[in-house]
């Protein structure tokens, strides 16, 4: 126990803040995806065309999205350029997507994010050319941006008949079956 709390204490900040929490989001994606190919089956793909709303990305394209969202930020702030994973938008291209994305992850060093919190970091939002201090890019871009793709895809699949709730989303909350805030 007192090891542990002492190998915490030796990691970055920034580090805590993104490796390990990007993570558990991409867990939680994984499962959103194992979730609708159990309940649609061979209508999962269809699925993964769902819109949240009409002139929106449809859900793979969002699952994409949040996932190198998680790249995006994590190894800018690690003082690295981010892979960028390609793959199908169906449901097996996703899955595979988010194990590749989760084990670049685990291959950021703690230590490359030593300092992380001043280190500039350059990025595009948009159309926007921006700069940004390490924690203010974290926490003003990148963990929004990460959890507004993450609801997308989430409202989408809900959308497209996969019974998902809060408990899926945040992997926290327990509800009784069939409870509803109706």
């Known amino acids: 126990m007192a090891s ?3 190998a915490a204490v ?15 989001a991409l867990l939680r994606l994984d ?3 194992a979730k609708a190919i159990g309940a649609l089956g ?5 699925a993964f065309t769902q819109r949240p709303a009409r002139a929106m990305m449809p859900a793979g394209q969002q699952v994409a999205t949040a996932a190198q969202f998680t790249l995006r ?8 350029r981010a892979p960028e994973v390609r793959g199908a938008l169906d449901a097996a291209g ?3 997507r988010l194990a590749e994305t989760r084990a670049l992850l685990a291959a950021l060093p703690p230590g490359d994010f030593a300092g992380a919190e001043g280190r500039k970091v350059r990025f595009q939002a948009g159309f926007a050319d921006l700069e940004l201090a390490g924690e203010a890019f974290l926490h003003g871009f990148g963990l929004p941006n990460l959890y507004f793709h993450h609801a997308m895809a989430h409202v989408a699949l809900k959308q497209a008949g996969v019974g998902l709730g809060k408990a899926d989303f945040d992997g926290l909350h327990d509800y009784p079956e ?5």
């Open 4 to 6: 542990d709390i002492c």
């Open 10 to 24: 030796a990691e970055p900040p920034l580090w805590r803040a993104t490796v390990p929490v990007f993570d558990a």
């Open 31 to 33: 499962r959103t995806v």
């Open 42 to 46: 061979a209508e999962a793909d269809a």
């Open 73 to 80: 930020v994590a190894y800018p702030l690690a003082g690295r």
């Open 94 to 96: 996703l899955l595979a």
């Open 178 to 182: 069939g409870f509803s805030f109706g």
